[in-house]
Nanobody, 126 residues
């Protein structure tokens, strides 16, 4: 099946930037077309949708809270999905998760995703 591992999290000051990576492995991921999403969960809060990208990369979608600041992209040759985060705010502090979905259309609900990584911590100070 599919295994997902996030990396690139850390501590950054407000207004700074961070680039998250999600490395996918497994024969299933290499064979089938998976859309990919990023979610985040702050302490004591529910997990929220952040961004989505289709297998080809031609379709993307963002939560209103990150639109214009975050950019999702993917490199299928490297089996990797990225989340470029600019103009970071303290409210962006959360554990960020990547996930894979077999749906054709834009997926914004966690229930629509088949596989999940274990998350990477992003902390924005000031």
């Amino acid at each position: 099946q599919v295994q997902l591992v996030e990396s690139g999290g850390g501590l950054v000051q407000a207004g700074g930037s961070l680039r998250l990576s999600c490395a996918a492995s497994g024969h299933t991921f290499s064979t089938y077309a998976y859309g990919m999403g990023w979610f985040r969960q702050a302490p004591g809060k529910e997990r929220d949708f952040v961004a989505y990208i289709s297998w080809s990369g031609s379709s993307t979608s963002y939560a209103d809270s990150v639109k214009g600041r975050f950019t999702i992209s993917r490199d299928n040759a490297k089996n990797t999905v990225y989340l470029q985060m600019n103009s970071l705010k303290p409210e962006d502090t959360a554990v960020y998760y990547c996930a894979a979905t077999s749906r054709f259309t834009i997926a914004k609900s966690g229930s629509e995703y088949n596989y999940w990584g274990q998350g990477t911590q992003v902390t924005v100070s000031s």
